[in-house]
């Protein structure tokens, strides 16, 4: 079954720090990968994707992440947190393996940016 | 591209009454998506359409919902009769497949659905 795991719910970073946010999946053919940003009354806007290829991709606003396959995951960082970047973010994942178009959602973590 | 678009952005109504909730996808997505958030369980898939044919509605929670598209610019979500518990922010987000299955999905604003 497909699934997607993000272990913190909330993680505290002081402005300036690198950030990390984790995320794991679990697919049965090859995964294609997303990370989403939420802010306060909004849509889900899209960061980044892994499809193939490089497994360091760069997205959106600085933020970037690493494909590790043998760990199953796909952890969100950004090298030098902003205040602005405090939001929720969410892990999603399609399985390539999946004839239909199926998204798989994380609960999300609330990043909070410390002045 | 103004992106997805839904209307209300918020709708306050009393248990019992129909909702309809409103979604324009961004021109040439072939997939359109209805979610629902809430506190307690995070972000679920009610339905998804492709080429405007409903093609899993599993996450649908009762009888009361139900989604149409009747063309491939517009989709509404009712609810019949509301309840307390369907409160939540409703998200309709669109997206383009390519021949790789690598759409990303792109979110409207929510609507924001009070059932008093």
């Known amino acids: 079954a497909q699934s997607v795991a993000q272990p913190e719910d909330q993680v505290n970073v002081a402005e300036g720090n690198p950030l990390t946010v984790k995320c794991t999946y679990s697919v049965s053919g090859n995964p294609y990968l997303f990370w989403y940003v939420q802010y306060p009354n909004r849509g889900l806007q899209f960061l980044l994707k892994?499809?193939?290829?490089?497994?360091l991709v760069k997205g959106s606003y600085g933020f970037e992440a690493e494909f590790n396959k043998s760990q199953t995951s796909f952890h969100l960082k950004k090298p030098s947190a902003l205040v602005s970047d405090s939001a929720l973010y969410f892990c999603a994942v399609r399985d390539s393996a999946n004839t239909g178009n199926q998204f798989y959602f994380g609960t999300g973590t609330s990043l909070t940016v410390i002045p | 591209d103004a992106g997805v678009i839904q209307s209300p952005r918020h709708e306050v109504t009393e248990m019992g009454q129909e909702v309809t909730l409103r979604c324009k996808p961004i021109?040439?997505?072939?997939?359109l998506f209805w979610y629902r958030q809430t506190m307690m369980r995070g972000l679920e898939l009610l339905i998804y359409f492709n080429n405007n044919v409903p093609i899993d509605d599993s996450g649908m929670p009762e009888d009361r919902f139900s989604a149409k598209m009747p063309n491939a610019s517009f989709s509404t979500l009712k609810i019949q009769p509301s309840e307390p518990r369907d409160s939540a922010v409703y998200f309709c987000a669109s997206s383009h497949r390519t021949g790789k299955n690598t759409g990303e999905l792109f979110f409207g604003e929510g609507s924001r659905l009070t059932v008093l």
């Open positions: 021109s040439g997505h072939d997939y």
């Open positions: 892994y499809i193939t290829g490089d497994n």
